[in-house]
């Protein structure tokens, strides 16, 4: 398995995202549940409005396919989103095994 950091970048319509808020986080509590994400969290200001999955997956092609079933996709909240191989230097201890 490898790690890859996905950044979503939303849908700055706060009706948009708040309707379909539930669905999103009930995608990723079942990602959680079967150790394929390990942390997600929307990043801060400055910018547009944005957030970052780290997930353990075999490949950028299943990033993709967990981006594009992610009910914020299908639903238009995610108006674009960025994949990168993450190599982790510290921390690796406080990670779930």
Request: proline fraction near 7%.
């Given at each position: 398995?490898?790690?890859?950091?996905?950044?979503?970048?939303?849908?700055?319509?706060?009706?948009?995202?708040?309707?379909?808020?539930?669905?999103?986080?009930?995608?990723?509590a079942d990602?959680?549940?079967?150790?394929?994400?390990?942390?997600?969290g929307?990043?801060?200001?400055?910018?547009?409005?944005?957030?970052?999955?780290?997930l353990?997956?075999?490949?950028e092609?299943?990033?993709?396919?967990?981006?594009h079933?992610?009910?914020?996709?299908?639903?238009?909240?995610?108006?674009?989103?960025?994949i990168?191989?993450?190599a982790?230097?510290?921390?690796?201890?406080?990670?779930?095994?």
């Amino acid at each position: 398995m490898a790690l890859f950091a996905l950044i979503y970048h939303y849908s700055e319509d706060a009706d948009l995202v708040a309707a379909h808020r539930p669905e999103h986080r009930a995608y990723l509590a079942d990602l959680f549940d079967r150790e394929v994400l390990l942390v997600a969290g929307p990043l801060g200001e400055p910018g547009p409005p944005r957030g970052l999955l780290v997930l353990d997956v075999e490949s950028e092609a299943d990033v993709r396919a967990i981006a594009h079933a992610d009910p914020f996709t299908t639903r238009g909240v995610i108006l674009e989103h960025s994949i990168g191989a993450w190599a982790l230097s510290f921390g690796a201890n406080r990670l779930p095994t």
